[in-house]
């Protein structure tokens, strides 16, 4: 038993995948009063679902106070806390997952950096949570609980979509506008995996020409060139570190270290080796 907590159960996915959507894990527990998480930042995605009692949730310069009903969501890559009330500390359920769908499909139900609270989502979302917990607790085969995981956790986003009141604001934004943002993110935090722009396109419903000319206007880069950017950026930041140029070429989304090699020249003027040469000598005596 955690002291930190008088209950804690824990359901962890023995084969978490790397596709659109996967759980890592999933929980319940009964903090004491006053615990806290945090501040602190996450690689993956984060959902809890207050089950009883009250605490606050600190991201994106926001507090809210959450209690009974209440959900919050954590995103990869931003800076959250959140702490149990000290005399009626919060009892909750949580759910942690990555996937390149993931981005969007929150998006899909209204829930962004920005809004990252659902009030009233508790009744339809346990039954899910707990199902979750309890096929990654009893998994017997670890591709099929992945699987399965994966299919309940599109039921509970569903679940947190219809109990949602943030289509209506989401609304003041074009379809158009909320979707660039999207892939904006998507392309930011997936650039390590293989991106096709065409299907990238289709998955917003648009033609590849209509929705890069739409990319542009709004970012100043066609997809592709602002995935290679990324990637570029991220590879010279990798370079400084001791990695082979092979698992930086992997690491940003390149298969092949010689065409990554080619693409980072045109990119920087240097190659890769040159390139880490030319910034280390400074430092040297």
């Known amino acids: 038993m955690l002291t930190d907590h008088t209950r804690f159960l824990l359901g962890v996915n023995p084969a978490p995948g790397s596709g659109e959507l996967s759980v890592i894990f999933c929980g319940e527990g009964d903090p004491v009063g006053g615990h806290k998480i945090g501040p602190a930042v996450h690689d993956y995605y984060l959902i809890h679902t207050v089950i009883s009692g009250s605490g606050l949730f600190v991201a994106g310069g926001q507090t809210f106070e959450c209690k009974a009903g209440d959900t919050f969501f954590i995103f990869p890559g931003e800076l959250f806390s959140y702490e149990a009330d000290a005399n009626d500390p919060w009892r909750y359920a949580w759910v942690a997952f990555t996937g390149t769908a993931a981005y969007g499909l929150l998006g899909k139900i209204g829930v962004t950096t920005d809004r990252p609270v659902i009030r009233g989502a508790a009744r339809r979302a346990l039954p899910l949570l707990r199902r979750i917990r309890t096929l990654l607790e009893r998994a017997e085969s670890p591709q099929l609980a992945d699987l399965e995981s994966a299919g309940y956790l599109r039921l509970l986003l569903a679940a947190y979509g219809a109990a949602s009141g943030a289509h209506a604001a989401a609304e ?114």
Do not use: C
């Open 172 to 285: 003041s934004r074009s379809d158009m506008e909320r979707q660039i943002v999207q892939a904006v993110r998507l392309l930011s935090t997936n650039y390590a995996q293989p991106i096709s722009i065409d299907r990238l396109a289709r998955s917003f419903g648009y033609h590849r020409t209509h929705f890069s000319t739409m990319f542009r206007r709004a970012v100043g880069l066609s997809p592709k060139q602002y995935l290679l950017k990324i990637r570029m950026e991220r590879a010279a930041s990798l370079l400084m570190t001791a990695l082979p140029i092979e698992q930086v070429a992997s690491s940003v989304g390149f298969g092949d270290p010689l065409y990554f090699s080619k693409q980072f020249r045109r990119w920087s003027g240097l190659s890769p080796t040159d390139y880490r040469n030319a910034k280390r000598r400074p430092e040297e005596p």
